[in-house]
């Protein structure tokens, strides 16, 4: 199981290419392609990821006036994201599949990443909201991190329970082209499927960084 979570995670590169070393916040809400084309799985096992980032065309600059409403698992799992934020998975050129759905969001002001992911097992792995599953898929996403990032730390990790659901959150500090960032993950297993949310922040943004977890756990919604 532990090799298969690593896929599951399916976040794992997130901001390989989040922000630019400089303090300048983008004029577009697209962040800046990365170098390669990294998986947006995390894959150190070599099994062909489902989804991968691609270099995409550049989106016009719009922001909803009022944020975004974020829904997961055809409305099951919703959040809200505030106002700065916009939806920029089409333009970041993300492939999804049956097996793998990802969502991209951006706010170029505080450069702020939030990114979603449902992740459909392979046949004969199951997955659940167990300790030992959590720890699995735990262990999967920072080898992933791993690969991705520099000088990655974990900073905390708990379980928690929200709307009846069980989420484990991994908070870690880590580098990307040599600018520290701040990643807090939130997932769980709902339908046989790996939800997950990730917030990738500059280090220097801790306060909006901490701000951004707190919107999207306190508007967090879970459909029996």
């Known amino acids: 199981m532990l090799r298969s979570a690593m896929k599951f995670t399916a976040v794992a590169l997130l901001a390989a290419g989040l922000m630019a070393c400089d ?16 998986t947006v799985a995390a894959n150190p096992s070599g099994i062909a990821p489902e989804t991968q980032v691609v270099k995409g065309s550049q989106p016009q600059a719009t922001w ?18 505030p106002t700065g934020f916009s939806d920029q998975t089409e333009q970041s ?3 999804n599949t049956k097996q793998s759905r990802t969502q991209l969001f951006l706010d170029s002001q505080t450069r702020q990443l939030a990114v979603t992911s ?32 520099q000088d990655i730390k974990t900073t905390s990790e708990q379980t928690l329970t929200l709307h009846g659901q069980r989420f484990r ?4 500090e880590q580098s990307v ?8 993950t939130l997932f769980t297993v709902i339908d046989k499927k790996v939800v997950t949310l990730q917030v990738v922040t500059p280090v220097k943004n801790s306060e909006a960084h901490s701000a951004l977890v707190k919107t999207i756990t306190d508007s967090l919604t879970v459909k029996g």
């Open 23 to 38: 303090d300048k916040p983008d004029t577009t809400p697209t962040p800046p392609p990365p170098d390669s084309k990294p």
């Open 64 to 81: 909803p006036a009022n944020g975004v409403d974020v829904s997961l698992l055809a409305g099951k799992v919703g959040f809200h994201l």
């Open 93 to 95: 050129g993300i492939a």
């Open 118 to 149: 449902e992740v459909t097992p392979p046949p004969g792995e199951a997955l659940d909201t167990s300790d030992a599953a959590f720890a699995g898929i735990s262990k999967g996403l920072l080898t992933g991190l791993g690969n991705q990032y």
């Open 169 to 172: 959150r991994m908070d870690t």
């Open 177 to 184: 082209r040599g600018q520290p960032v701040l990643a807090s």
